[in-house]
C-alpha cells in the first residue's frame, strides 16, 4: 500500500499583513499494489537441446525475452486482463478524449485537445512522447495540419514528431 495525497492545500491565498490565511485539510488516500507473475512455459525435447549446436538454446531464449517484452509492452498499454496490472488505458484516471463514436479521423484539432488535455492534468514531464500503432501513423502521414496547407505540412513527418514531441511506434 502506497500513500497518496487525495486532495492538497485548496486555501491559497494573499493575505493582508497580520491576517491568517485560511485552513486547509489535506486528504490521503491509498493506492494498493498486488503482487503479479509473468510466467511462460516452453517444453523442449531432449533430442534438440542435447544434439545441436549452442545456437538452439540462444534461439529459444531470444523468442523468450522477446515473447516477456512484448507482453510487457501490451499490459503496460492496456492491461486490465485475467491477473494483469491494469494498463494506461484501463486506468481510470487517465482521461480521454472523445474524437468520435467509436472512434473517428484523427485531426490536427484532436492532437492539440490530447496535449492540452496532458497540460491541464499537470501531467507534462521533461520528456514526453506520443505513442502510437502504425495504422495510426500510416493515417498521419496522409493528413494535412489543415486543409489549406500544402502537401508537405502533414501531421507526421520524416522527423516522426507529432507537435513537436517524438513519436513512438508500436504494434502493441
Known amino acids: 500500500v502506497i500513500p497518496k495525497l487525495g486532495s492538497g492545500a485548496d486555501n491559497v491565498a494573499f493575505v493582508s499583513e497580520g491576517s491568517a490565511p485560511s485552513e486547509s485539510a489535506l486528504t490521503f488516500e491509498q493506492l494498493t499494489l ?82 492540452k488535455s496532458v497540460i491541464n492534468n499537470n501531467a507534462m514531464f521533461s520528456d514526453p512522447k506520443w505513442l502510437i500503432n502504425p495504422v495510426t501513423e500510416a493515417s498521419l502521414r496522409q493528413t494535412l495540419k489543415s486543409s489549406a496547407d500544402t502537401s508537405s505540412n502533414f501531421i507526421f513527418g520524416d522527423d516522426r514528431k507529432i507537435l513537436g514531441y517524438d513519436a513512438l511506434v508500436s504494434t502493441n
Open 34 to 115: 498486488s503482487a503479479k507473475g509473468l510466467r511462460g512455459y516452453i517444453d523442449i525435447s531432449r533430442i534438440p537441446a542435447n544434439n545441436s549446436n549452442p545456437s538452439a538454446e540462444q534461439i529459444v531464449r531470444d523468442d523468450l525475452v522477446s515473447t516477456f517484452a512484448t507482453k510487457i509492452d501490451q499490459t503496460a498499454i492496456k492491461g486490465g486482463g485475467s491477473n494483469e496490472p491494469t494498463g494506461i488505458i484501463g486506468n481510470s484516471d487517465v482521461p480521454v478524449v472523445a474524437i468520435g463514436t467509436n472512434g473517428g479521423a484523427i485531426t490536427y484539432a484532436k492532437l492539440i485537445d490530447m496535449y
